[in-house]
């Protein structure tokens, strides 16, 4: 079966930067584009940006463009993002999701990244 | 970017009961919309996607409608294990947006 497994819980300093993973299983990791989405504690869900596993190419959301990176390695079935400059306003759940024309099938279990100093 | 505007941003409902959520978007936007489910600590799961199609597994109680550019999920009659937070998603265009959400109680 379709799953999408992401790396624990992360703490960083103001500044520091974090780099997460999801691991994707049951599926063709090239045949789909995976988003990544932001959920601020309370609040409703955000679109950070995609990459597709086949080509590299990506799409940023505007608001995340300095901010976000993101990247494969087709050899694991591993999607990564990497948030940089982290302020407060960063400390929220984000999730990787598969997408089938274009809309989120499958969602991995989510990682919590707090931001403190 | 396209507004997704949902409402009621809270509902309390009976066991039975039948539920309305609507999404208005900002611009037409097709048939290319998904709804979702959110239960505490968990990831959101599909409901429906083009509008009206009900996702693989997802009981037949839950419907989704379209009239112009506004967008509803029925649950036609209320259970348990319906209580959460619904969300519509837009992916007509990037940046893919989301409703603000609707926390569905039972009453």
């Known amino acids: 079966q379709v799953k999408l497994l992401q790396s624990g819980a992360a703490l960083v300093k103001p500044g520091d930067s974090v780099k997460m993973s999801c691991k994707a299983s049951?599926?063709?990791?090239?045949?789909?584009?995976i988003h990544w989405v932001k959920q601020s504690h309370g609040k409703s869900l955000e679109w950070i940006g995609y990459?597709?596993?086949?080509?590299?190419?990506?799409n940023y959301n505007e608001k995340f463009k300095s901010k976000a990176t993101l990247t494969v390695d087709k050899s694991s079935s591993t999607a990564y993002m990497e948030f940089s400059r982290l302020t407060s306003e960063d400390s929220a759940i984000y999730y990787c999701?598969?997408?089938?024309?274009?809309?989120?099938?499958?969602w991995g279990q989510g990682v919590m990244v707090t931001v403190s100093s | 970017d396209i507004q997704m505007t949902q409402s009621p941003a809270s509902l309390s409902a009976s066991l039975d009961e039948i539920v309305t959520i609507t999404c208005q978007a900002s611009?037409?936007?097709?048939?290319?919309l998904a709804w979702y489910q959110q239960k505490p600590g968990k990831s959101p799961q599909l409901l429906i996607y083009?509008?009206?199609s009900l996702a693989d597994g997802v009981p037949s109680r839950f419907s989704g409608s379209r009239s112009g550019t506004q967008y509803s999920l029925k649950i036609s009659k209320l259970q348990v294990e319906d209580t959460g937070i619904y969300y519509c998603?837009?992916?007509?265009?990037?940046?893919?947006?989301f409703g603000g959400g609707t926390k569905l109680e039972l009453k």
């Open positions: 999701a598969r997408g089938v024309t274009d809309y989120f099938d499958y």
């Open positions: 049951g599926y063709t990791f090239t045949d789909y584009i």
């Open positions: 990459i597709n596993p086949y080509s590299g190419g990506t």
């Open positions: 611009l037409d936007i097709g048939n290319w």
């Open positions: 083009g509008a009206t």
């Open positions: 998603l837009q992916h007509y265009s990037a940046p893919w947006t």
